[in-house]
C-alpha cells in the first residue's frame, strides 16, 4: 500500500478530532435498509453480484470517491470502472485521487461532515479504520457482505483485517467496514537476466535464501535493492523475516489481542537477520537516506538482482523482465506465513445520502469484471479468469502466489498494526537497529514496552 498501505505515518489524535468534527457537524448515520438484489455476477450488467439499483430510491444520483489510486496504470483501471459504473447506473461519480499520507490526514475529520465523501479508502488498523468507527464515520457493511457472498469469496480471515467492533477498540471481529479491490503480498521481485547470468533460481528454503544474497554480493550484485528513508519498507522486511520463525496464530494474538509478548526469541533472531544482512551489505549503499519511490525506480531500471516489497508494485514493472516469489521456509514446500492481507478497503462514510449506491460502487469495484481490469495494474482480491492474466507472466505468478498462502491458510500481517503507537515505535526501533545503534536483545525489548503499555491503554 501502503505507497498504498505502507505505509504509514500515524496520525496522532485522530479520533479525538473526529470525534469533535462529529459534534459540531451533529452528522446523522447513514440509513442502512435499503436491500440489494443479490443475483449472478456478470461483467457490465450487475455490479458485484446485484442487480443495479434506482438511484432515485437511494435520494442521490451522485458520489463523491476518495480513494488511493493515484498511478499510471491503477489511475486509469479506476477511471475506466468508474466509468462503466456510471454508464450502468445513470449517475455521476466524482473521483478525488489521494496518496495514503494525505488521505489518512484529512479523512477522519472528512467522514464526519455532511459534505465527506461516500466512498473513501480507508486505511486498515486501530489507529485508522479503528479511530473512525470509534467515532461513528463508517457503515457498517456486514449484512451487505453477506448478500453479496464476500465471505464466501474471501473468508472470514482475511476480512477480519477490516472488522472492528462497534468502540473500534476489538480488532479482527465484530462489523466488516470495507474490501478492497487488491490483494496485497510482499515478497520477492527479482531481476530474471542477473539471475540467468549467474545461473541462479528462486530459493526453495530460507538458508537458501540467504546463501543467494551472499552469491550475488561475491558477484558484485547489489543483492536487495532497498531505500528507507520513508521508515516503513524496513517493516516489511524485518516482517518478511520475523515471518519465518512464527506462525499464524502467535501473528493473529499479537495483532488482534494484545496477549502475547513481542520479547521473544524469534523475533530477537529476526532482528539479528535483518541486522546482519545490513552489515554484510545485502542492501543499496546509503539505503537509510533513498526514498522507497527511488528504490523501486532503481530495480525497474535494472540496478539490484531483488526487491522486497508489496504487490502493489507490479503495475510499474517489466512483467517479462521481473519475476516474484514468497519467502521461502525452514524447508522445501513449508511455507512460512506471508506478509499480507486486502489492499486499502473502500468503505461507506455513515452519513452519506446515498448508501444503496455508495454501497454498490464498493460492490462493483471488487466484482470479477474489476478483477480482470485489476490485474492489468495490481494483484486483484478476487482471483480473476485465467486469461486475465496469460500475457503478465509476472501477474501470473503473483496470483499464484496470492491463492497459494489463501488455501494453505499462511496469510501473515503488517506487524505495525500490533497497536496504535506500533508503527512509531517499530519504524524508529528499526533504524536504530540497521545503523547498528541497538542490538536485537535491546530491540524487542524495547519494542515489548511499548506493545504493553498500548495494550493496556
Known sequence: ?????????????LSLLFAAGLALTACLPGGGDDEEASAGETAGAQTGGGQAG??????????????????????????????????????TVTREPKNLDDLKATLPLAMGQDDGPDVASVNQGRADMGAIVAAGGLMDLTDFGREQGWFDTWGDNLLARNMFDESGEQFGTGNLYGVAPQAEIVGWFYDRDTFDEHGLEPP?????????????????????????LDAWPAIHTY?????TFVDTAY??????????SFDTQENAQAAETLQRWADQGYFTENFSGIGYDDSWAQFAAGEGALLLTGSWIAGELDPEQVGFFLTPGDSAGALPPQT???????????????????????????????AELWAEAWLPSRTPAADAVADNPLMGELVGAWDQVLA??????????????????????????????????????????????????
Not at 462514510?349 to 471488487?366: H, N, S
Open 408 to 457: 494453505e491458510d499462511q496469510l501473515g500481517h503488517y506487524l505495525d498494526w500490533a497497536t496504535p503507537t506500533f508503527y512509531d515505535a517499530l519504524t524508529a526501533q528499526l533504524q536504530e537497529l540497521l545503523a547498528d545503534r541497538t542490538e536485537p536483545r535491546a530491540f524487542v525489548e524495547a519494542l515489548q514496552d511499548d506493545y504493553a503499555q498500548s495494550s493496556q491503554g
Open 239 to 243: 516482517g518478511a523475516i520475523e515471518h
Open 1 to 13: 500500500m501502503n505507497d498504498q498501505g505502507h505505509r504509514r505515518r500515524r496520525i496522532r489524535m
Open 340 to 370: 499480507g492481507g486486502m489492499g486499502v478497503p473502500l468503505a461507506v462514510r455513515a452519513g452519506t445520502d446515498a448508501p444503496e449506491l455508495a454501497r454498490q460502487y464498493v460492490a462493483w469495484m471488487t466484482s470479477e469484471r474489476a
Open 204 to 228: 526453495a528454503t530460507f538458508d537458501e535464501l540467504e546463501q543467494l544474497l551472499a552469491t550475488l554480493k561475491d558477484a558484485g550484485e547489489t543483492p536487495i535493492t532497498f531505500g528507507n
Open 251 to 260: 501473528l493473529n494474538s499479537l495483532i488482534f489481542d494484545g496477549d502475547v
Open 54 to 91: 434506482d438511484p432515485s430510491q437511494a435520494g442521490a444520483d451522485e458520489l463523491v470517491v476518495w480513494d488511493i489510486y493515484v498511478r499510471g496504470t491503477e489511475r486509469d483501471v479506476a477511471e475506466q470502472l468508474t466509468s462503466e459504473f456510471e454508464e450502468e447506473h445513470g449517475v
